[in-house]
């Protein structure tokens, strides 16, 4: 693994049970880019950021994280893994008992001695580098869901960490919190110097703002390159995702039995007794 | 009729075997919850937080229904009791019957549908809105920071509930039997201080009701962080919360008073 990369994705196979989710995988992040991988839902997607995180372990192959296996680590290990890493949830997951200023702050309390006075200097930091340094008194119930999901990435900087993950950043947000969620992401992994993965399939939000993207189906990684290539390629499924076509590599229609089979169309079971119609 | 019985012996099974994993699903969870408990304690404020929201909150259900249980107490004792000459052992049948039974076993009721079902609902609704995931990612043990303050939480505030809920049952016989009906004071308190032992009667109510307070704070914290994360889920570990929570005190309460009071 070169000193660039920060996550390495080798080999990677995932099932729960017998149900196969991800085959293959092998994926590599430079550090301070913004990664995204996308595909439709259950693709697997979510459960590669949970083996990043060390939520899930792999079924073969490993996940390493500037240079250390994930799966690997034991207990003391995964927990300092955990401190240099922010999740961003799908619907920011803040604490409904907790202030906005409380919820910034959870982290630097955990893992942190810092005297109260340094802990409210730098939780209000973090919401102005959001915009909502005004709103540290309100409650997560009397936030909107954009400002909730930037109220959560302060949170998940609060403590400097070097990857961040972002679970469907821009689900459910009106056009303008989604261009600031956004740029947010891109303005902050480059003033901070983070490393960002973003699980979407928002294509159009996220070409604008990524340096990569992975194309995941069916638990393999369909394709990736960069913004432009993606743009210009020729693949069926990448041509079908970004331009939203119903039908293609991805069928509208889930897996059945056939049309005949399911509306008796040839032949009908009368008493027991198959009669062609 | 082969294949029905087959499917019937099958059904039975595959229950067993699901009862049993999850049984001991719920024993390991506790056995985590107890060992991690340590940090739950050096942050002590969290479980002073808890004993508010699961003690203080339940004060007025619990004090009411005491009240009211103490005084149908003083008026069904005082019936039965008059008829043989013996209304002066009003105070003495109040307060047993409080404090070896129903002040442990109607508060830890009480209790399990007022705080157990709440503690399962926030647990639970943490667990769905991806609350503890968020604390799990960010290092911070859920056991440790949300179940054992409320685990702790409750298991503390049941015992003082219940010795609150025999205080104001007493205090509500001694109304009816005294006030209303003119039952003698001072035979109703001597009798009551005479009859009641504090190591026999007493010290057996607040054991009882210090087990029920750990089978309640365990039903309810395990349902809560086992309840599958939708609205469905989250309102089935609330019921059965308070179903099992209801049956293990009962059952808990026969075992106890076998042990506590048979042959003396």
Redo the contacts between chains.
């Keep these: 693994m070169s000193d660039d990369t920060l996550v390495e994705i080798r080999d990677l196979e995932f099932a729960y049970g017998p149900r196969s989710i991800l085959k293959g995988i092998d994926m590599h992040m430079r550090r301070g880019q913004v990664v995204a991988m996308m595909g439709g839902s259950g693709c697997g997607k979510t459960t590669l950021l949970k083996l990043i ?1 060390g ?1 899930l372990e792999p079924t073969a192959g490993s996940v390493q994280v500037n240079g250390e296996a994930v799966h690997e680590m034991d207990t003391d290990t ?3 893994h ?2 240099k ?1 922010g ?1 961003l ?3 920011g ?4 008992d907790l202030s906005v200023f409380d919820n910034v702050a ?2 630097l309390r ?2 942190t001695d810092l005297p109260e006075e340094l802990i409210r200097d730098l939780v209000l930091l973090k919401l102005q580098s959001v915009g909502l340094r005004g709103a540290h008194t309100l409650m997560p119930h009397q936030c909107s869901g954009g400002m909730a999901r930037r109220v959560a990435l302060a949170r998940a900087i609060a403590l400097d960490p070097a990857l961040v993950l972002f679970d469907e950043p821009f689900t459910g947000l009106d056009p303008i919190s989604l261009a600031v969620t956004g740029n947010l992401i891109r303005r902050l992994t480059d003033t901070l110097g983070l490393t960002s993965i973003i699980v979407t399939h928002d294509v159009a939000e996220s070409l604008k703002i990524v340096d990569y993207v992975y194309f995941i189906s069916e638990g393999r990684i369909a394709a990736h390159g960069t913004p432009n290539e993606v743009r210009n390629t020729t693949d069926a499924f990448v041509h079908q995702f970004i331009f939203g076509e119903e039908d293609g590599p991805m069928p509208f229609h889930y897996p059945s039995r056939s049309i005949e089979e399911d509306f008796g169309i040839g032949a009908r079971h009368v008493g027991g007794k198959a009669r062609h119609v | 009729m082969f294949d029905a019985l087959l499917a019937g012996l099958r059904h039975i099974g595959r229950s067993v075997i699901d009862g049993s994993w999850r049984l001991g699903y719920a024993t390991r969870f506790l056995w985590l919850v107890l060992i991690r408990s340590g940090l739950s304690f050096s942050r002590f404020g969290l479980v002073i937080r808890k004993v508010y929201f699961s003690g203080v909150l339940s004060l007025i259900i619990i004090l009411v229904s005491g009240l009211f249980v103490g005084m149908v107490l003083g008026l069904q004792g005082y019936e039965t009791l008059v008829r043989y000459g013996s209304a002066e052992a009003l105070g003495t049948l109040v307060a047993l019957s409080l404090v070896r039974e129903l002040g442990p076993v109607v508060s830890a009721l009480l209790f399990a549908s007022r705080a157990g079902s709440a503690i399962t609902a926030e647990i639970g609704l943490m667990k769905a809105t991806e609350q503890l995931s968020a604390m799990e990612v960010m290092a911070v043990d859920p056991l440790a920071r949300v179940v054992g303050p409320h685990f702790w939480g409750a298991a503390i505030s049941l015992p003082l509930l219940a010795a609150m809920f025999s205080a104001v049952g007493v205090f509500g016989g001694y109304l009816i039997g005294v006030v209303l009906i003119g039952v003698d004071a001072g035979a109703f308190w001597s009798q009551m201080q005479a009859a009641v032992d504090f190591r026999h009667d007493i010290l057996n109510g607040v054991i009882k009701s210090v087990v029920f307070g750990f089978a309640v704070a365990a039903i309810a914290t395990f349902e809560g962080y086992d309840a599958p994360p939708t609205a469905e889920g989250v309102s089935g570990a609330t019921t059965r919360t308070v179903v099992t929570s209801a049956l293990a005190i009962l059952a808990l309460d026969f075992v106890l008073t076998s042990f506590m009071f048979t042959g003396q």
Excluded: G, I, W
């Design positions: 995180s939520s995964l927990a300092r955990r401190r890493l999740v949830f799908q619907f997951a803040l604490f409904t959870f982290p955990e893992h």
